[in-house]
């Protein structure tokens, strides 16, 4: 099941977009600040997928963008904005981040994005455990 942290300082928002993506089967962990978000992150090694709103007060998107790639690059991120901020979404992307959504999201294209990006983390890390497992045999000398 993809597990998904959802970053947002609005909270009926995060409250409904979350019951939303558990009826479809997605295991959801909420964050209200950029700051919460990168504790949950910490806390959680599992979560695959992160939707992050752009403009919150304190650590604003791109902020908390930097730090979640900063210490977990594999960690897929994709930005949600509103129509007076999407060059910011972009800058994200330029950063990082996998993609992004104009607010308020179609749970289609929430769904397919969620997905390719958690497709492609799964490939990042199965190379980098394959890579590992040829560098064990390497050091064995098969
Ligand atoms: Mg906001």
Redesign the pocket.
């Known amino acids: 099941m993809t597990r998904v942290l959802l970053i ?3 909270q009926p928002f995060v409250e409904t977009l979350a019951k939303r993506l558990d009826k479809r089967g997605i295991t959801i962990l909420k964050a209200f600040t950029g700051q919460d978000g990168l504790d949950v992150l910490v806390e959680n090694p599992g979560v695959e997928v992160v939707i992050l ?1 752009v ?2 007060p304190g650590l604003d998107g791109i902020e908390t963008l930097r730090r979640i790639k900063a210490s977990h690059p594999l960690v897929e991120v994709i930005m949600l904005t509103g129509h007076g901020t999407v060059e910011t979404a972009i800058d994200g992307m330029k950063e990082g981040a996998f993609d992004y959504l104009l607010k308020p999201c179609e749970m289609d294209d929430l769904m397919q994005k969620i997905s390719e990006a958690s497709m492609r983390k799964g490939q990042a890390s199965a190379r980098i455990d394959e890579a590992e497992a040829q560098l064990i045999a390497l050091r064995r000398g098969d």
Do not use: Y
Request: glycine share 0%; net charge negative; proline share 0%.
């Open positions: 947002d300082d609005e709103d403009k919150m």
